[in-house]
């Protein structure tokens, strides 16, 4: 069955703390990705990639960074945290595009509170 | 004007109602369409394509209006496990996937 894993459900940070969000899968997919959710805004990509290494950003990549060591770990990393980062985060992988399937798996998310 | 737009809700129907959404987009050259569920508190999930003749998966149609440049959800005979947030998803001609906000629905005994 298809995993994706988020190594935090729940995190709780003081604003100006480097906060580390790890994501692992196991499905050998290329892309993976990660989003915000907010209430009434919806689901906003941070950052992507496509490959061991490389990242792109997203619509949203202010205030965080990204880093790929190994295809199945992407992580998420916010180095001064802001209150204003206080959201869901989701991470996301798939397949190289066939043919824009459009199916993305998503770990259980994280919530993040920064104080 | 927002890349992909949804009515947000809530949309609270009884059992058995039949209920549907729309979602609007902005770019004519989008190319495919697809609609995920996310029950509360968890991840979102695909819940199905939305093809240029429309589909069918059991009580769950999918229609797309390329010429309104908007698609559709209908839901038949609406059970309460149907309760969920219904998300829009839109792959702009970049290949990138532009997620509406998403629309509530509780149906209720």
């Known amino acids: 069955d298809v995993k994706v894993t988020q190594s935090s459900r729940y995190l709780v940070k003081r604003t100006g703390e480097k906060v580390f969000l790890e994501c692992v899968q196991d499905?050998?997919?290329?892309?993976m990705f990660w989003y915000r959710q907010d209430p009434g805004l919806g689901l906003r990509l941070i950052y992507f990639s496509y490959d061991v290494k490389m990242k792109e950003k997203g619509d949203i990549p202010e205030g965080y960074s990204v880093s790929r060591e190994k295809k199945e770990r992407f992580s998420l990393i916010l180095e001064s945290a802001s209150t204003n980062q206080t959201s869901m985060y989701l991470c996301a992988s798939s397949f190289r595009d066939r043919g824009n399937t459009g199916e993305l798996f998503f770990g259980e998310g994280s919530r993040l509170t920064v104080l | 004007r927002k890349e992909v737009e949804q009515d947000p809700g809530p949309f609270n129907v009884p059992e058995g109602a039949t209920v549907a959404f729309n979602c609007t987009y902005s770019?004519?050259?989008?190319?495919?369409f697809f609609w995920y569920r996310q029950d509360c508190r968890k991840e979102p999930k695909l819940l199905m394509s939305v093809y240029s003749s429309g589909n069918e998966d059991g009580r769950f149609t999918a229609q797309l209006n390329r010429a309104s440049q908007y698609i559709s959800l209908l839901i038949r005979d609406s059970k309460l496990s149907d309760s969920a947030t219904y998300l829009c998803?839109?792959?702009?001609?970049?290949?990138?996937?532009?997620f509406g906000q998403g629309t509530e629905l509780s149906v209720k005994p």
């Open positions: 499905m050998d997919h290329e892309n």
């Open positions: 998803v839109v792959i702009s001609p970049g290949g990138k996937l532009i």
């Open positions: 770019n004519s050259a989008s190319q495919s």
